[in-house]
């Protein structure tokens, strides 16, 4: 359930008219809705509440905008960063260290020591190799990293192939069946506290009986480790849980993945620690684009050009995903067309031969569920500038990061004496 719904013709935010938010800030932008980032935020916690005080971290990589994190660090989130970068936007959101925990298959030795001085609460180490890494840099620094070891139990999650992630082929992770040797070494260092695992199979999972496979394949591990004399208090189960893009799919629902984790964990003793991140921002979040004009090639569907492109919202062209595309203000006709935008490659297109809402040039409309991996993983191809953010709570709203013109971008650029 979301807040984006139509009143009196015209789609809100809320209480606020998007078609405002066009006037008053420019297209194209993502609009956030805090009531809806609130409620999926205790959706999820109290889907939680029959575990014994799980921790929730919210992956930054989701969405990033740091009015965005800030609302969860009010609703009692920690976050799962993946970067420097990431680790100072949960900072300055306000997200206590203590519930800030470090992923990632390639975090660098300034990152490691980033996390450490910062004193994150976990460190999730994804190869042997990082282990000993961190453990040198903590006992130079006379401190003890708090780890959980990241397994790859080899479960295919059922999703698309560029965002699974617990295959054996794929790279995150140690591989389940040398897990318990690594860890039982990486507990003999001083710089190391290991606690526990962690496990993340893939992202936008339509089932839970991959997270389910995995599940019991890591509480087959903690067994084993505590039969070796290891102690095993942590165990993260990562994120993953789909949400749907198209009006009335079917998703698991949050609560059906919490009473399949109860009822999977329910002997393993063990502080339960969760990473959701498209399951609390996806459906908070739209696309506002105006219509830049249509036009016909050929004798199909016409093409409807919008002033949003691959380089603003990337999913469609990376990963030939759906998102819905409704009018601000329906008149009730429909059509069918391509959707696509002004980037110069035949990748830029949102879809094609789509039933949507009859529009012409200069109209808006949104791609809905762009809340997660949305605004992140914008680019400035084609010189386009980046898109800017505006969150929305009850009747106001406010711009939470600024377009960033082309020209400012351009400035950054030097262009050496020595080319004359
Ligand atoms: N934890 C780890 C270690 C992760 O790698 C991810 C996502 C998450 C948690 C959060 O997963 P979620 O709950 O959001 O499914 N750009 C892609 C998604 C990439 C996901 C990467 N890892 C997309 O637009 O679909």
């Known amino acids: 359930m979301d807040y984006f719904q139509l009143k009196d013709g015209v789609l809100h935010a809320e209480d606020v008219a998007l078609s405002r938010i066009a006037e008053e800030v420019g297209t194209p932008v993502y609009v ?69 925990v470090f992923s990632g298959v390639g975090k660098t030795h300034s990152e490691l020591l980033h996390g450490l001085e910062a004193g994150i609460g976990q460190f999730n ?178 093409f409807v050009v919008v002033d949003a492109a691959m380089n603003d919202l990337a999913r469609p062209a990376m990963y030939g995903a759906w998102h819905d595309f409704d009018a601000v203000a329906p008149t009730g006709d429909r059509m069918t067309a391509h959707i696509v935008g002004p980037i110069c490659e035949t990748g830029d297109t949102f879809a094609m031969d789509r039933e949507c809402d009859a529009l012409v040039a200069g109209d808006l409309a949104v791609f809905r569920t762009a809340g997660a991996y949305g605004a992140t993983m914008a680019s400035s191809y084609n010189s386009r500038g980046f898109v800017a953010e505006v969150l929305v709570d009850g009747d106001c709203f406010a711009v939470v990061a600024d377009r960033i013109a082309a020209a400012a971008i351009m400035d950054a650029e030097r262009v050496p004496d020595w080319l004359g």
């Open 32 to 100: 956030y809705s805090r009531a809806t980032l609130e409620r999926h935020a205790r959706v999820f916690r109290d889907a939680l509440s029959g575990l014994h005080d799980p921790h929730i971290a919210f992956a930054v990589k989701a969405n990033p905008n740091l009015a965005v994190l800030k609302v969860l660090a009010n609703e009692g989130y920690g976050a799962d960063v993946v970067s420097s970068g990431e680790l100072a936007r949960a900072l300055a959101a306000g997200m206590k260290p203590a519930d800030i």
């Open 125 to 302: 180490i994804e190869s042997e190799e990082e282990g000993y890494e961190l453990a040198a840099i903590a006992e130079r620094h006379g401190s003890r990293a708090a780890c959980a070891l990241r397994v790859n139990p080899d479960v295919d999650a059922r999703t698309h192939e560029k965002i699974s992630t617990g295959k054996r082929e794929n790279k995150f992770g140690v591989p389940l069946d040398r897990a318990a040797e690594i860890y039982t070494r990486l507990a003999q260092e001083d710089g190391l506290d290991m606690r526990g695992v962690a496990v993340h199979i893939g992202s936008q999972l339509s089932t839970l009986e991959p997270l389910e496979t995995a599940f019991e394949k890591v509480g087959a591990l903690i067994a084993e480790l505590r039969d070796k004399g290891c102690a095993v208090t942590h165990a993260d189960l990562g994120g993953g849980l789909g949400v749907p893009y198209k009006a009335g799919e079917k998703m698991p629902s949050p609560e059906e993945y919490g009473s399949m984790v109860a009822r999977v964990t329910a002997k393993w003793d063990v502080r339960l620690m969760f990473e959701p991140g498209r399951v609390i921002a996806g459906n908070a979040g739209v696309l506002l684009t105006r219509v830049i004009r249509s036009k016909r090639s050929g004798n199909g569907p016409p």
